[in-house]
């Protein structure tokens, strides 16, 4: 099936900072998605990104999906940013289900 | 428009119970897809409905089993409940059958077994 890999696993920043956070997929995709998943469990949509570029707020996503990997870029981080962000996906060919990485685990700190 | 919603939040059982969880899909999906989520883990597709039908599962035994009801809220059973059942179990809705389109998740239910 399908990996998906997060990295890094863990990251702990100073509130103002910025961040990068990367997803790494080893075949073809037609689904890509980005979560939060806050303090209660909730996943919370960040994009919908299969390919290609976009922003919201201080968000901001791109897929390039020929080299089979996506970026999420945070700006000016805040301490409501913290959680675990997860990056899911699902094969290009055949019925399969969104498979999500082991995701990565943001602290920002005042 | 009303969102992705789940019952119970939290619920404790023993070993070898069976327990239900409900999910009320977001207006206008209708497919809904269950995960399950241990500590510390990403999320585990267990099964999908698309249309009350079961449209694709994962490596879970066949004692979790589901429905879809025709307005396209779901449940999820788990007969004979084990300690490693213990996990967040996530409800997801979405506009297509399969994976292609944005899924949204509910809040989740909580599983503890004792």
């Known amino acids: 099936g399908i990996q998906v890999e997060q990295s890094p696993p863990d990251l702990i920043l100073q509130e103002g900072a910025n961040s990068t956070l990367r997803c790494n997929f080893s075949?073809?995709?037609?689904?890509l998605q980005w979560f939060h998943q806050n303090p209660w469990g909730q996943l919370i949509n960040l994009f919908y990104?299969?390919?290609g570029t976009k922003q919201n707020g201080r968000l901001s996503a791109t897929t390039v999906a020929t080299e089979r990997y996506s970026l999420l870029y945070i700006s000016s981080s805040q301490t409501t940013d913290s959680g675990v962000y997860f990056c899911a996906v699902s094969l290009l060919s055949g019925n399969t289900p969104l498979v999500f990485g082991k995701g990565t685990r943001l602290s920002v700190i005042a | 428009e009303t969102g992705v919603t789940q019952s119970p939040t939290h619920l404790i059982k023993t070993r070898g119970q069976q327990v239900t969880l409900r999910c009320s899909s977001q207006s206008g999906h209708n497919t809904v897809s269950w995960y399950q989520q241990a500590l510390g883990q990403g999320p585990q597709f267990i099964f999908q409905?698309?249309?009350?039908?079961?449209?694709g599962r994962g490596n879970f035994p066949p004692r979790f089993s589901g429905l879809q009801f025709p307005n396209y809220s779901s449940e999820l059973n788990v007969n004979a409940l084990e300690l490693d059942d213990s996990a967040l179990y996530l409800c997801?809705?979405?506009?297509?059958?399969?994976?292609?389109?944005?899924?949204?998740f509910g809040e989740g239910s909580r599983l503890t077994v004792l």
């Open positions: 409905y698309y249309r009350e039908e079961e449209n």
């Open positions: 990104i299969p390919s």
């Open positions: 997801a809705s979405s506009q297509q059958r399969g994976n292609t389109g944005e899924l949204f």
């Open positions: 075949d073809s995709v037609n689904n």
